[in-house]
């Protein structure tokens, strides 16, 4: 993992990325039985979209991420929805095993990684966490919609096109597409994974805000343009979606289970 999704980005992130439907949140429960005697690893936690509802679920969240500014947000939100069962670690998956030895003899319910998984070493942090599993518990690899420049819908090609002209990719999956997903799966079944999947889809009302910010969360820091080229470009979405406000934006969830053999 990286850390380049500092400043700004971070900002933009906590404030337009979508979080997660009860449906996941109760996939998740039921796969690996969580409840309130269980911890939870949310590696690659960002600003705790997934660590903050999982919160509401299980006993403890250790929330770990290589971005400082992330984490700040992060703890800003708990303490913001008064939940003092989560806790933020600065770090990425090859602290896994120093995690491990903080623990001692203590178990985990899970271990669950979102976006960031495509920053990982998959093979070495799948075999990595299977001793911190308690019985029963295990890896969930959460794919949360594909890329908004990326979307079978009109208002995505228009975005694409405004998104050419800034310079930025279009063509970047950040693997939530079948290849990336395949990668997921071969590394849970090479480490010793019993593996399943299932997905929650669903349709949201998605403002013009939010897709720039969305697509602003996506960038490194180094690549986000300045106050009035961000402006600038809000504008030109806005144009090229005929001045609407908002769309609607059909996500599709994806959980990607792994349970020790």
């Given at each position: 993992?990286?850390?380049?999704?500092?400043?700004?980005?971070?900002?933009?992130?906590?404030?337009?990325?979508?979080?997660?439907?009860?449906?996941?949140?109760?996939?998740?429960?039921e796969a690996f039985g969580l409840g309130a005697a269980d911890t939870v690893v949310d590696l690659g936690c960002g600003t705790g979209q997934l660590s903050l509802p999982l919160a509401a679920r299980v006993g403890s969240v250790i929330g770990v991420d290589p971005e400082p500014d992330m984490l700040a947000l992060a703890r800003q939100a708990a303490l913001d929805a008064a939940r003092a069962n989560a806790t933020w670690l600065l770090g990425d998956d090859s602290d896994l095993p120093a995690l491990g030895r903080l623990l001692g003899d203590r178990t985990i319910g899970a271990l669950t990684v979102a976006v960031a998984v495509h920053f990982m070493d998959r093979d070495t942090l799948f075999r990595a966490v299977r001793p911190l599993l308690r019985a029963g518990g295990g890896v969930a690899v959460i794919t949360n919609g594909a890329p908004l420049w990326l979307q079978d819908a009109e208002w995505s090609g228009a975005l694409r096109e405004c998104l050419e002209g800034l310079g930025h990719p279009v063509t970047a999956t950040c693997q939530t597409d079948q290849a990336g997903r395949q990668r997921n799966q071969d590394a849970l079944v090479g480490a010793g994974y019993r593996y399943a999947e299932s997905s929650v889809q669903y349709d949201a009302p998605l403002t013009i805000d939010d897709m720039v910010g969305g697509v602003f969360s996506a960038m490194s820091a180094d690549r986000l343009p300045s106050m009035h080229g961000r402006a600038t470009f809000t504008a030109e979405v806005r144009d090229a979606l005929g001045g609407r406000d908002k769309v609607t934006e059909r996500i599709r969830v994806w959980l990607q289970i792994g349970t020790p053999d």
């Open positions: 993992m990286r850390a380049s999704f500092n400043g700004g980005v971070a900002t933009y992130y906590a404030r337009h990325r979508r979080g997660y439907p009860p449906e996941v949140l109760d996939a998740l429960v």
